[in-house]
């Protein structure tokens, strides 16, 4: 389904020294799995989403989806495979248009749109019984500007909006960092469901290690631009969020013992 | 009476401008300098077509296709060559003061020999509002009033219907939020491009019926447009409001012949004519600092 294939993404600033974001990394995601990515603030694990998004483009290696070799795609053309949900609530929705016509840019994903009246009566119904499925009452609120809407309102109707039609690969960029603890959990209920009924292949970024310990079926911890841990099945099912958070600190602690290790190199030998 | 209809008159052909001004400003947040320049290419395209004989149906729809590709140049300059929009719109509008005085052939060409559009309605209504017993003058400058009327309704009414479509929503979103149109496959330069495309089309169809109106075309008449659509936009929004579509477009077209009639009423109120576009743009400014002054001012 998703192959990355010794995918590595370097910048360098002027100047500066050459920085490897993804560091080689070759991953295959079956059909139907859901991945949690976790890691440490600038591990490369949004970089590595990113670079699958085709917001990023790789230095080298190649991406595949579904059958597609779309490492030269644009990021509109991969939408036609991908739904996005993106870490910012006003990111994924359009603040002037209402939640109706936002979710009618969403039903002509992939395709051209095409001159017929984008909020018919047909996408009315079909977005109130939606929405109704997974949060009871938002139908009521189809004709309302989007921008007046909480922030895990808004999360919920990108949700439906990146899944309105199947897509091949359902990316989630912390979804639900910049919401309260109450809405959080509303979307990732939302989040679980629509993944779990659509059979769908997931791949969520996620700062939250008890979402990391509680969703998916397989977890990827990423450090420093590669890939440190990579379990699934009943291996995945035992971890909880103070095994990751363990794992965290021994990671920390390598970088420290490393950093220390080149201080110390360079004392002796500079 | 009479004058109260030509500033009319006036006013709603320029709410074509505040229309084209609101689909590049407000739907895509694109700050439009090109505006100058294709109201300006409009004005001399209609005009060079209807001194070399063309009908001025034909030569007012060339003049807004022309308007079409200076606003396509634009985004395509800013979307796919990545110059800033500010810079894209003084680049192409720098140019067209070149096309549109080799268009013109000169700095000014009178159009009292030809047919305009106006000389056109005016044969066609004006008797008929004689013989209801109008006075022959008011009935021609009525006649030409409804027209632009007419017209300016028009294109508000397509312009209503295309933004809700499936293409002209997904446009909206676009200009709205890129990120989440991208996420969703549309390509937002081209949308970018076809936005500008029609903001720009509306602004050459002003001033092709502005040209014609006054019966002569200058290759500087678009100076300052840019500051005019905004001004409108901005006084409609403050007298009618923005809560949807239709409104915000009723909106615009409505803050620019408000805006007409209060530069006439300064005009004659004794303000000199040389500070008019000073004062356009102390009003703008005005309307961008007052809501965010207000607003502080209300906050504890």
């Known amino acids: 389904m998703l192959d990355l294939d010794n995918a590595t993404v370097q910048f360098q600033s002027a100047g500066g020294p050459v920085v490897r974001a993804v560091d080689g990394v070759s991953l295959h995601v079956p059909a139907g799995q859901f991945v949690v990515v976790i890691g440490t603030n600038g591990s490369g694990k949004s970089t590595l989403q990113g670079s699958i998004a085709g917001t990023v483009r790789l230095s080298s290696g190649r991406v595949r989806l579904a059958g597609h070799d779309i490492t030269d795609w644009s990021q509109h053309a991969r939408a036609g495979l991908i739904g996005r949900v993106f870490q910012d609530p006003r990111a994924g929705t359009a603040g002037s248009l209402t939640v109706l016509e936002n979710l009618a840019v969403a039903a002509c994903r992939g395709r051209f749109p095409g001159f017929g009246w984008a909020t018919d009566r047909r996408l009315r119904e079909e977005a109130a019984s939606r929405l109704a499925r997974i949060v009871p009452g938002l139908e009521q609120r189809l004709d309302q500007s989007i921008g007046s809407m909480s922030g895990g309102q808004r999360q919920i109707v990108t949700l439906l909006m990146a899944t309105w039609h199947r897509p091949e690969l359902l990316l989630l960029d912390e979804h639900t960092a910049a919401l309260d603890p109450a809405a959080a959990d509303r979307v990732v209920q939302a989040t679980a469901g629509l993944i779990r009924e659509g059979r769908l292949t997931a791949l969520m970024v996620t700062h939250s290690l008890a979402q990391a310990a509680s969703l998916g079926d397989r977890l990827i911890l990423v450090h420093r631009g590669r890939i440190e841990l990579d379990v699934e099945g009943p291996a995945k099912r035992r971890l909880t969020p103070d095994d990751l958070a363990d794992r965290f600190d021994a990671l920390r602690r390598a970088d420290q013992l490393d950093d220390a290790a080149a201080r110390t190199l360079a004392d002796l030998y500079v | ?300």
Do not use: C
């Open chain 2, 1 to 300: 009476m009479i004058t109260l209809l030509s500033t009319w008159t006036f006013g709603l052909a320029l709410a074509l401008v505040a229309l084209g001004v609101f689909v590049s400003y407000r739907l895509f947040s694109f700050p439009d300098i090109t505006t100058d320049g294709s109201f300006t290419l409009g004005a001399v395209v209609a005009a060079g077509l209807m001194v070399a004989g063309y009908d001025p149906v034909v030569a007012t729809l060339a003049g807004m296709a022309a308007g079409a590709a200076a606003g396509a140049t634009t985004a395509v300059i800013h979307a796919f060559l990545g110059v800033e929009p500010l810079l894209s719109g003084i680049l192409v509008s720098t140019a067209l003061a070149s096309v549109n005085l080799v268009v013109l052939g000169r700095s000014n060409v009178p159009l009292g020999k030809v047919t305009t559009l106006f000389d056109a309605v005016e044969r066609t209504v004006g008797p008929v509002l004689a013989r209801a017993g109008v006075d022959r003058t008011l009935a021609g400058e009525m006649a030409r009033t409804g027209f632009v009327l007419l017209v300016v309704a028009a294109a508000a009414t397509v312009l209503y219907i295309f933004f809700r479509t499936r293409l002209g929503t997904a446009m909206r979103a676009g200009g709205d939020t890129p990120t989440m149109a991208r996420a969703l496959g549309r390509d937002t330069g081209l949308l970018t491009v076809g936005g500008l495309a029609i903001s720009n089309s509306l602004t050459a169809a002003a001033g092709s019926l502005v040209a014609q109106y006054q019966g002569f075309a200058d290759v500087q008449m678009g100076i300052g447009m840019v500051v005019w659509g905004m001004a409108s936009v901005f006084l409609g929004n403050a007298l009618v409001g923005a809560a949807g579509l239709g409104t915000a477009l009723a909106a615009a077209a409505a803050g620019s012949v408000t805006f007409r009639l209060l530069v006439a009423t300064a005009l004659r109120a004794g303000l000199d004519p040389d500070w008019l576009k000073a004062a356009t743009a102390a009003v703008v400014l005005a309307a961008l600092v007052a809501p965010r002054f207000l607003g502080s001012r209300r906050k504890p």
